[in-house]
């Protein structure tokens, strides 16, 4: 326990002196003259800080675990386009697309602030996580047992939301069709009526394919309605034009599918979800051609424009915006738009309120980054680039932000240890609580957080009311069975 404590202690010191050093010697960095010198630079200074944070929290947990993926995405959607501008690839990059990392519309010296930013408060992440974390062992409980109360609960939702959700989602798709994807979120389509309340009762889908597939252990059919209804949900969500919500899919299925246990994969098992990882790399990627221009391609012809080229390119290619979103925060924070000094957070907590509680202007909280920053950099409003929480933090604490980036860390430290423990001991609710809730810190990796605590209200805490109520009901048949079955015996 003291030798833990200790090397624990070591690993959280040794994150944040190597923040003091990286900005220690930023005045170097400032030095560097071209963007494609500096880029490159900071690829190889990001590959070794993610190694060290990987290795760390691998030291302190003894595995890999879910925070790794988080720091992985991190390197993909922050340090994608510098991966591409160390390996040769800035003049293609500047050819082929119009908005990039390489495009010249944020300077230099906000670029290299950005990646030190970005770093430190990774770097902060993991001191926390270090500190707090523990080691994480392997189950030894071989079986999995079903939980009728939770998949009753939902299969209740399942049915309840089926329809609405696919009409929500069909009508995205065929207008995605028609319109073409810039010009369906140029139109800015309002949804009311009907379709207002399809939208709205979409949220709690996902949820209830999650809880039955948990639940369902050893029952085929039930697993089948919950992936049926996963697959359904994913091929009508990418023909709407959307992509990134899937990481939150793959994410979850991943969860229940090798995490569920919480046992040791097979290197069999590792190999088979490297190859799907490409195959979804490759979907997302063909999607983004297909949306385009959905009217006059086939996603067929989709896939070999993504096999034409080099998919290592287009992948991060892809990824590599969201340091925009970041860049463009620090680039424009203070002096043409001041901190938001909190704000955005406070709102995040107003926005867990009923419409007509909520303040009647709540622009003024300055909650949704992306509404804010990116008609700067496009200079038009008709799309965006999304956000990203490191986007979302510095805006509202500044470099304070590096604080609040520990405590983040400590928070993710402690769901993590929660997940797999609730994964060891089957607990099936708790298991799908925080596998949501991680899923959705996955997603805040290139979006704004201020919806996370709405969403674990409604799709986490209400179904939690929900399975209680099934729980109790089940109970009390059973009490009243056995007690009419021990009059009977008495008699």
């Not at 990774?122 to 939770?150: D, R």
């Not at 810039?182 to 379709?195: D, M, P």
């Amino acid at each position: 326990m003291k030798k833990r404590l200790i090397n624990n202690y070591a690993l959280s010191l040794s994150s944040i002196v190597l923040v003091l050093f990286l900005n220690l010697i930023s005045t170097l960095f400032y030095k560097i003259e071209t963007i494609k010198e500096g880029y490159a630079i900071f690829f190889y200074i990001s590959v070794a800080v993610f190694a060290f944070i990987v290795f760390s929290a691998r030291a302190v947990n003894g595995r890999f675990t879910v925070y790794h993926m988080l720091i992985v995405g991190c390197f993909l959607f922050y340090f994608g386009g510098q991966a591409l501008v160390a390996f040769g690839y800035f003049d293609k990059l500047s050819e082929d697309r119009v908005f990039s990392i390489v495009d010249g519309r944020i300077p230099l010296e906000a670029c290299i602030t950005s990646m030190i930013l970005i770093l430190s408060i990774l770097l902060m992440i993991n001191a926390g996580y270090c500190l707090f974390s523990k080691t994480i062992p392997f189950s030894s409980n071989k079986q999995q047992k079903s939980n009728t109360a939770l998949l009753r609960c939902g299969l209740v939702i399942f049915w309840i939301t089926l329809i609405p959700t696919m009409m929500s989602l069909s009508r995205s798709a065929f207008l995605n069709f028609t319109l073409g994807h810039l010009g369906y979120r140029s139109e800015k389509i309002e949804e009311t009526g009907i379709w207002f309340v399809c939208s709205y009762l979409m949220g709690w889908f996902r949820p209830a394919c999650y809880m039955v597939l948990i639940a369902s252990k050893g029952k085929k059919k039930a697993s089948m309605v919950g992936y049926t209804g996963i697959l359904l949900y994913c091929i009508l969500y990418l023909l709407s034009g959307s992509r990134y919500q899937l990481i939150e899919v793959a994410f979850c299925i991943f969860s229940i599918r090798y995490l569920w246990g919480n046992k040791k994969l097979k290197k069999q098992t590792i190999l088979k979800l490297i190859a799907i990882l490409f195959a979804f790399g490759v979907a997302l990627k063909a999607i983004g051609y297909f949306r385009n221009d959905a009217s006059s391609t086939s996603f067929s012809e989709a896939l070999v424009e993504v096999f034409s080229d080099n998919i290592f390119y287009q992948l991060l290619s892809t990824t590599s915006t969201t340091f925009t979103t970041i860049s463009n925060v620090v680039f424009r924070c203070p002096q043409d738009i001041p901190f938001n000094f909190g704000k955005g957070y406070l709102g995040s907590l107003l926005f867990v309120l009923p419409s007509f509680a909520r303040p009647a202007d709540m622009t003024m909280l300055n909650i949704d980054v992306e509404t804010i920053f990116s008609p700067l950099y496009y200079n038009w409003t008709v799309s965006g680039y999304g956000s990203s929480f490191v986007a979302e933090m510095f805006f509202n604490f500044g470099y304070y932000s590096l604080a609040v980036s520990f405590i983040l860390g400590v928070f993710i430290a402690v769901i993590s240890e929660r997940f797999y423990k609730a994964s060891s001991n089957s607990d099936h609710f708790s298991f799908f609580f925080y596998m949501y809730l991680f899923s959705e810190l996955l997603w805040a990796i290139r979006s704004d957080t201020y919806l996370i605590p709405r969403h674990v209200l409604l799709y986490c805490l209400l179904p939690y009311i929900f399975y209680l109520l099934f729980k109790n009901a089940m109970n009390k048949d059973k009490s009243i069975y056995y007690s009419t079955v021990l009059r009977e015996e008495t008699l």
